[in-house]
C-alpha cells in the first residue's frame, strides 16, 4: 500500500493516505512499521492534526475527506461521527437511529476508511466493547480500549 505519511501513534503507526488536498484513508499499520515523512503539505497537516487529537481529546479535525462506500455505510459513519467525546452508543442503538440491523452498522463500522477522524471507536456492543476493525480481541480492541481511555480525560 502507498502511504504519503505514516505517523508514530502510542499505539502504533497510522498509515495515511491522501490526494494533495483530501484526506482518503486511515489505516492502523504493525507497531514495528518504520514512520514515514509527510510526501506532500496536506499530509503534512493530516499529520498534525492527528497528534493534536492525540495531545489533547478535545480538538476538533478540520480536514476534508473523502468517503467511497455504500449509501448505508455513509449514513452509519456520519452518525458515528456526531457521537461527542467521552461518548459511546451501541451497534443497536446506532441501528435503531438509522432503521437498520446492528450488524450492518458493525460492518459499516469496520469498513470506515478514516478511523480516529470518523471515531468507531465509539460505537460498542450493547454489553461489553463489541469490536473493532472487524475483529473481536487483540490488538484491534487494545487500540479502541486506549482511544476510549483517551477520550475520557
Known amino acids: 500500500m502507498d502511504y504519503q505519511a505514516k505517523l508514530s501513534v502510542p499505539f502504533g503507526v497510522l498509515g495515511i493516505r491522501c490526494t494533495d488536498d483530501v484526506l482518503t484513508g486511515i489505516e492502523?499499520?504493525?507497531?514495528l512499521t518504520a514512520p514515514q515523512l509527510p510526501s506532500n503539505a496536506f499530509a503534512q497537516q493530516?499529520?498534525?492534526?492527528?497528534?493534536?487529537?492525540?495531545?489533547?481529546?478535545?480538538?476538533?479535525?478540520?480536514?476534508?475527506?473523502?468517503?467511497?462506500?455504500?449509501?448505508?455505510?455513509?449514513?452509519?459513519?456520519?452518525?458515528?461521527?456526531?457521537?461527542?467525546?467521552?461518548?459511546?452508543?451501541?451497534?443497536?442503538?446506532?441501528?435503531?437511529?438509522?432503521?437498520?440491523?446492528?450488524?450492518?452498522?458493525?460492518?459499516?463500522?469496520?469498513?470506515?476508511p478514516i478511523p480516529v477522524i470518523i471515531p468507531?471507536?465509539?460505537?460498542?456492543?450493547?454489553?461489553g466493547l463489541g469490536g473493532f476493525m472487524h475483529h473481536a480481541g487483540g490488538k484491534p480492541l487494545d487500540i479502541k480500549r486506549w482511544l476510549l481511555a483517551h477520550e475520557q480525560r
Not at 467511497?68 to 443497536?92: D, F, L
Not at 468507531?120 to 454489553?127: A, E, Q, T
Open 28 to 31: 492502523f499499520l504493525p507497531c
Open 120 to 127: 468507531c471507536h465509539r460505537v460498542v456492543g450493547k454489553s
Open 46 to 112: 493530516v499529520c498534525e492534526q492527528l497528534s493534536s487529537y492525540l495531545g489533547d481529546p478535545d480538538f476538533r479535525f478540520s480536514l476534508p475527506f473523502a468517503l467511497y462506500g455504500t449509501v448505508h455505510q455513509n449514513k452509519v459513519w456520519q452518525a458515528m461521527g456526531s457521537i461527542p467525546r467521552g461518548e459511546t452508543r451501541s451497534y443497536g442503538e446506532l441501528a435503531a437511529e438509522l432503521r437498520s440491523g446492528a450488524q450492518a452498522v458493525g460492518q459499516a463500522c469496520g469498513a470506515n
